[in-house]
């Protein structure tokens, strides 16, 4: 069964660059079809999706969050990765790698928490 896993420095100051990595093991991140995401949730609020990256490389980001964000893979290591920049107290939130596959999450990494404060 596939397995997702992040890891994330869990503190990060205000007005810094954050990345978190999505490690993916028993599939590939190559895979046809399959979408590869990052979703958040910060203390009290919903899930907000952040962006996408596809089996093909392309990605696509939340519309609030597109100038800060950015979605990466190395398939050497079959792993994702997600920039956010110019952090701010309002970016604390457990983050979550989920696959996507049709219209449907159907994993999930266990979720890491990032914490923006000074």
């Known amino acids: 069964q596939l397995q997702m896993q992040e890891s994330a420095p869990g503190l990060v100051k205000p007005s810094q660059t954050h990345s978190l990595t999505c490690a993916i093991s028993r599939g590939s991140i190559t895979t046809n079809y399959y979408g590869w995401s990052w979703i958040r949730q910060p203390p009290g609020k919903g899930l907000e999706w952040m962006g996408v990256i596809l089996w093909n490389g392309m990605t696509f980001y939340s519309p609030s969050l597109t100038s800060r964000t950015s979605i990466s893979r190395d398939t050497s290591k079959n792993q994702f990765s997600l920039q956010l920049t110019s952090a701010t107290p309002e970016d604390t939130a457990v983050y979550y790698c989920?696959?996507?596959?049709?219209?449907?999450?159907?994993?999930w990494g266990q979720g890491t928490q990032v914490t923006v404060s000074s």
């Open positions: 989920a696959k996507i596959s049709g219209t449907q999450y159907d994993y």
